[in-house]
């Protein structure tokens, strides 16, 4: 009975975690969407735009890899068992011993990359050339973004901190601030330069500052110390820095691969990045509000109840994780399938970013929506692995993966452009959750699949019949009706977008879905749970 009541509990847990990380991740998407929307009003997707893409993916691409991707994955699961083994002040000594050496290390990173900007772009974008005004431009834009590594990896490490002593809100507001640095930046700084452009990479400077800023304060509340330790033997360092290096690659291989797609990318028309990072940020709406919420919410649990060896009530939270995101990123797709369109034209389609940009975009959100349930059972599935310490499956299954998008990039960009890129990698992160499950499953036994594979189909019917009636309405109330104004089109979409919820949600209460419950309960009331 008490076990049952601990596991309930630490379910609650995750799932008022999620809410929180969840709310503040909308809060900055919304405000990332206007951030896109300034973008593409003054630059559309001509040069300049993707110039600053390619060179903001390249800092940001690094943030996944060695901050987010690997750093808070590898140092979560440490930091909680000196938390729950040892005491608090064992944990805090680990942590100042880590924040350190990863300072010194991160000075010297962000030196190396401004130095050599020149060469990360000829690698990144090989189709933009090695000399000519949009390499140029492109590395200069390199180089005054680059420093952004040094302020968000340490956003990272303290994220890890305050998510493993169960506070998630400052770090899931962090991101607002880097988008406010660029919007305020392109109105406030841009117009005084001669290449504008140059003004928003300015303001990636500014907002990783600000975001740094914003976690410090909590983290001194929270009794840690800013006062540095010098002890790169200390034995946990090691042990992270094992977990580290593999995370590095078997972690944030999707970003891995999407560094592939725009090399490749860089290849075909002009506007292929462009179009390829606008359908991207729409997708990573949905993926970052539950998602990666849920995951992030997990990853303290998994690691807690792995370092206690509660298997039993590790698999019942992963179980509970995977049905939560599964419930929401398959409606989502259904969503973003037969709204795509008129979600692109109302965020972007005006000033330089045109109709056929917008046709363009929606091609490739298509494909990459029909990823998102892999995407985002992806991030739970690694969360569970490092949070079991296993640092070689995720690897082994990222090598197979990047192979695999890499032939499929290859055969499917010469009929399909941009839009064989982002099917690509939809179709080899499939891969990458069954193969991830499949290990997982080998590795621990019986991980109760039924309730998972039950809440899976009982979404996809919801999902079919919300789409066809999202499709219906969509094709009499906007797509008959001709041009219309912004005010106009944002109310038809809104219209059907919550529509869209009504049906699904009915269909899942009446189908007796459990997960319904859950993702309420996980927003209300949020201010409560924020705590």
């Known amino acids: 009975m008490e076990n049952t009541e601990i596991q309930i509990s630490e379910k609650q847990s995750v799932s008022h975690a999620a809410g929180t990380v969840g709310f503040f991740t909308f809060v900055s998407r919304v405000i990332g969407l206007a951030r896109d929307i300034v973008i593409a009003r ?36 440490v930091f909680t068992e000196y938390l729950t083994q040892k005491s608090r002040h064992d944990a805090f000594e680990l942590a100042r011993a880590v924040l350190t050496l990863l300072s010194i290390l991160l000075a010297l990173v962000t030196v190396l990359g401004i130095l050599l900007s020149p060469w990360i772009v000829r690698l990144q974008a090989f189709g933009f050339g090695g000399a ?64 504008p452009v140059v003004g928003i990479a300015i303001g990636v400077i500014i907002g990783g500052f600000m975001q740094l800023a914003l976690q410090i304060p909590w983290a001194l509340k929270k009794g840690f110390s800013l006062v540095p330790i010098w002890y790169p033997s ?124 917008t046709t363009m975009t929606n091609i490739a959100l298509v494909y990459y929506a029909l990823g998102l349930w892999a995407f985002s059972g992806i991030r739970v599935m690694v969360s569970a692995f490092y949070a079991l310490q296993d640092t070689k499956t995720p690897v082994k299954v990222a090598a197979i993966t990047i192979v695999a998008n890499l032939i499929l990039s290859l055969a499917l960009m010469g009929p399909l452009k941009h839009g064989g890129l982002a099917l690509a990698l939809s179709a080899a992160s499939s891969l990458q959750l069954f193969l991830l499950v499949w290990h997982l499953q080998r590795k621990l036994g019986n991980l109760s699949l039924g309730p998972v594979i039950e809440t899976t189909l009982k979404s996809l019917l919801a999902s079919i019949v919300m789409g066809a009636g999202i499709y219906i309405l969509y094709l009499k109330w906007v797509a008959a009706s001709g041009p219309m104004t912004t005010l106009a089109l944002m109310g038809r979409v809104c219209g059907l977008v919550l529509f869209g919820a009504l049906v699904y949600f009915a269909l899942s209460a009446i189908m007796r879905c459990k997960e319904l419950a859950t993702v309420l309960d996980m927003y209300t009331p949020i201010v409560g749970k924020s705590k």
């Open 42 to 77: 003054f630059f559309g997707a001509g040069m300049a735009a993707d110039a600053f893409f390619v060179a903001f993916r390249i800092p940001n691409l690094l943030r996944r890899l060695f901050a987010e991707g690997s750093l808070t994955i590898a140092f979560i699961p």
């Open 234 to 357: 200390h034995p946990a360092i090691r042990r992270i820095g094992l977990l580290m290096l593999p995370a590095v690659f078997g972690s944030a291989i999707y970003q891995l691969n999407q560094f592939m797609g725009t090399l490749l990318a860089s290849f075909l028309p002009e506007g292929s990045v462009s179009w390829l990072y606008y359908a991207d940020r729409l997708v990573q709406f949905p993926l970052g509000v539950f998602a990666i919420a849920i995951s992030t919410a997990a990853l303290p649990s998994l690691s807690k109840q792995a370092a206690n060896k509660d298997l039993d009530d590790f698999k019942d939270t992963l179980g509970h994780s995977l049905r939560l995101v599964l419930f929401i990123a398959i409606p989502s797709t259904a969503g973003l399938v037969t709204l795509g369109k008129p979600i692109i034209q109302l965020f972007f389609q005006r000033g330089a970013f045109s109709a056929f940009s």
């Open 132 to 195: 000519g005004m949009k390499y140029d431009l492109t590395v200069l834009l390199t180089r005054i973004t680059f420093p952004y590594i040094f302020f968000i990896s340490l956003v990272a490490f303290f994220m890890g901190i305050l998510n493993s002593l169960r506070h998630f809100a400052a770090p899931a507001a962090a991101p607002i601030f880097l988008n406010v640095g660029i919007i305020g930046s392109a109105f406030l700084i841009s117009p005084h330069l001669s290449q």
